[in-house]
């Protein structure tokens, strides 16, 4: 990788230092979590989170609780080891540019799936024509936006084709959720593939294969012992992890011993009282996950497909929106601190981050300002209150997403500028409704996929985007494209400056929160400190009991 794109991803270090937004241990203290290429110390470990999966199929997902079994079951190209946020070879043995749009892989010989079949260039390029041929609208394949096309020149020579030159993102897409490779024999070619055919199909050649599965309520996983990635070998032969529907259950097992580690997501008010309990220690650090507000600029008041349909009045409320969120409010009443305000599109502390919002939108210093919201609504002529449906997910982002929804609900009718329809939906219907046009307004979080501010903002902001919320700005767009092929870091530090600062204008999104990482820690299970890695990847191999 240039020079770059090393310094963008190095600078998140400081700030995304634990890879999952809540993860209890039960016990006491934290053993060494040394990784070792051993054959693993045996024995089993129970996993509770209150997390949800949309899709074993990478091309049907897009969500931190699908993309935590994929990096168990399947292999990348491309992944980051324990403790970096810098990408290395996985199950390849070498990947480079050998041209400018010429992004050559070559896997390492006689590698298998669990099913016995060959695992080869050819599933490589079947792999990433079907990402670009189902183009699912909840699946990553907008983080595709650079790929042309995929050779397989040999059973184990695979070139990527690039459309433009000097990419400097690619080689961390190749690990992101886009990245996992599939069986060809198994996975359909242009349509998403059942959770149940999958498992079916023991179509897995990551460090784990999956025994046993029930959607949303049980996985049993296995060690691979046929597994030949950077990882290493799994410290533990076998892990079973319960999801929850109702965290409160996942504290109580956390302090009954129920679960060895409980991971995504205690409230803040229960990690709050686990600080108190002297069977865990609870541990703190920042990290890269956002919060925000997503307007569809369709269906939004004044939208493009409303019979009001008015672009300067839509954006009024957009900004009138932003001119009300107390982001301290949030942080403190209803996180205790374990988020932090955030005025940006790019979390603090990555390389080109700038507080675009902050000056544009509230008092100016950050918080914010009623006379200025209603002073933008009266100069666009929009009738107010204006009615808001605003959607939030009531499983997805944790318990506390209740409280933090009704305090901006709050926020905005104290006003007198708003009238908020507050609703939720559980996040598998979300997921889907979310993309349907079904919601004018709704909650999604972020967990990043790599550590580049590029990963804030290309999925979010190209007109082909993950968001699907009918959000064009050629400009923008362009600019995107632009930066992540520009070599020079200071030449590329400014282009992603000018990108918030052109979609701070737009406002498609409203971000107000920065996450703090949470850890519960118990002593007899090892490996702690590789899993609170940089990389924003929670892998069940890094633990063991002690």
């Known amino acids: ?82 403790g970096s946020p810098d990408v290395e070879p996985d199950i ?39 990402q670009l041929a189902i183009a699912d609208e909840n699946g990553p394949s907008s983080l595709l936006y650079n790929l042309d096309s995929t050779e397989a020149v040999d059973d184990t020579t695979v070139v990527f084709h690039l459309k433009s030159e000097n990419d400097q993102i690619f080689p961390q897409i190749l690990s992101s959720p886009v990245g996992p490779i599939v069986d060809e024999d198994v996975f359909s070619a242009d349509s998403i593939t059942s ?49 929850y529907a109702d965290s409160s259950n996942l504290k109580l097992d956390v302090q009954e011993g ?33 919060r925000y507000i997503v307007f569809n600029f369709n269906t939004q008041p004044y939208g493009a497909t409303t019979p009001e349909a008015d672009p300067a009045k839509a954006l009024a409320v957009r900004q009138a929106v932003a001119d009300l969120i107390d982001r301290e409010e949030i942080a403190d009443q209803v996180y205790k601190g374990t988020y932090t305000p955030l005025y940006s599109y790019v979390p603090a502390g990555l390389t080109g981050q700038v507080d675009a919002l902050k000056e544009l939108y509230g008092d100016g210093n950050g918080a914010p300002d009623v006379d200025k919201a209603k002073a933008t609504l009266e100069a666009a002529g929009v009738t107010t209150p204006v009615e808001l449906n605003l959607q939030y997910s009531n499983d997805h982002y944790g318990p506390s997403s209740g409280d933090e929804y009704a305090l901006i609900k709050d926020q905005l009718d104290s006003s007198g500028l708003f009238d908020v329809n507050l609703q939720t939906t559980e996040w598998v219907q979300y997921s889907k409704d979310r993309t349907a046009d079904v919601y004018p307004a709704y909650q999604l979080g972020w967990f990043p996929d790599y550590s580049d501010a590029d990963n804030y903002l290309t999925p979010f902001f190209l007109i082909d985007n993950f968001l699907a919320n009918h959000y064009e700005n050629q400009e923008v767009n362009d600019l995107i494209l632009q930066q992540a092929v520009t070599a020079d870091p200071a030449e590329r530090t400014a282009l992603i400056e000018q990108i918030q600062e052109k979609v701070a204008a737009d406002l498609s999104t409203v971000p107000y929160l920065q996450g703090a ?30």
């Not at 590698?111 to 079947?126: I, P, Q």
């Not at 060895?260 to 002297?278: C, H, M, P, W, Y």
């Not at 118990?522 to 009991?545: I, Q």
């Open 195 to 243: 959770d149940d055919d999958i498992v079916a199909g023991n179509a897995f050649a990551g460090q784990y294969n999956i025994k046993s599965y029930k959607l949303n309520e049980l996985i049993a996983y296995e060690a691979n012992p046929d597994y030949q990635g950077l990882l290493g070998p799994a410290k533990t032969d076998k892990v079973n992890v319960k999801y």
């Open 1 to 82: 990788m240039t020079s770059a794109s090393t310094t963008a991803r190095r600078g998140l270090i400081a700030v995304a230092g634990l890879s999952v937004a809540a993860l209890a241990l039960a016990g006491c203290s934290a053993g060494s979590g040394s990784s070792d290429s051993g054959s693993g110390s045996g024995g089993s470990l129970t996993i509770g989170t209150t997390d949800k999966i949309t899709s074993l199929d990478p091309a049907g997902s897009y969500d931190n609780g699908s993309f935590a079994v994929m990096n168990q079951v399947y292999p990348f190209l491309m992944n980051t080891p324990y």
């Open 517 to 546: 990482q949470v850890a519960v820690v118990g002593k007899d299970v090892t490996g702690t400190e590789e899993t609170l890695d940089p990389s924003f990847k929670f892998r069940y191999a890094a633990l063991a009991k002690g």
């Open 92 to 130: 390849a043995e070498s990947a480079e540019f050998t041209s400018p749009t010429e992004y050559t892989v070559k896997l390492k010989p006689g590698l298998k799936w669990a099913n016995g079949n060959d695992l080869t260039a050819s599933d490589v390029k079947f792999t990433f024509d079907r």
């Open 258 to 290: 129920n679960v060895d580690v409980a991971f995504r997501s205690l409230s803040a008010t229960d990690i709050d009282d686990l600080k108190g309990n002297e069977n865990v220690k609870v541990v703190n650090g920042p990290g890269g996950e956002i």
